[in-house]
């Protein structure tokens, strides 16, 4: 091999090396700037205002009905819905993780704390931010759960208040009043009828 061709094969290494480098600088700038413009689209999405969501356990519907902005997913209570009868913290923390990001819902209505006897050692952080994660526009609400019923006979006010007080903590509004000490909340009580006008008030 003469000195000819070694020179014509280096320069032919040189350019192809040349070459990729700058395909890879190419590419790794597009799915950069692929990545900004996805998280800028997001920000920049318009929330629809008729999507105001209520989730969490059997108490939602009673407030679905009584809302004229909010309403439930769905009428059939369930992962895909976010909202099921008997369900606590942990089982709606982990139906939201599985939901799709929404970022044109305009309001979500947390109601949940009730089944889980407002244990103070539910994940509340967890669930605040995976939601927040879901549905980036949304304004947070939670309405406070029932008590004075089944096992949570014995729960007391000050102990409702301090649960709900670490949604309040997280940037989340409060809905009042809370559906409270009754017999069976599992009836459109007169309190829910409160609850909507209250949330409807919110909602902008």
Known sequence: MNDRTKKI???????VVLVGLTVAFVV???NKKKLVNNDTNTNDVKTDKSKNYIIGDSQTPFIDK??????????KGGEDALWKGGMGLKWLKGAVEKYPVSADVNSIIINIGTNGG???KDDVSGLVSVVKQ????????????????????NVTDEK????YNKFKDLGVVIIEPA???VKDPHGNLPIYAQIGAEIDKKIS
């Open 134 to 153: 879901k549905f980036p526009n949304a304004s947070l609400f939670v309405v406070k759960g029932s008590w004075g019923w089944g096992g949570n006979k």
């Open 28 to 30: 790794k700038k597009r």
């Open 118 to 120: 407002f244990n103070p």
């Open 66 to 75: 009584n809302s004229t902005k909010a309403s439930v997913i769905k009428e």
């Open 9 to 15: 094969i280096l320069i032919s290494l040189g350019v």
């Open 179 to 181: 559906i409270g000490k």
């Open 160 to 163: 409702v208040n301090t649960y």
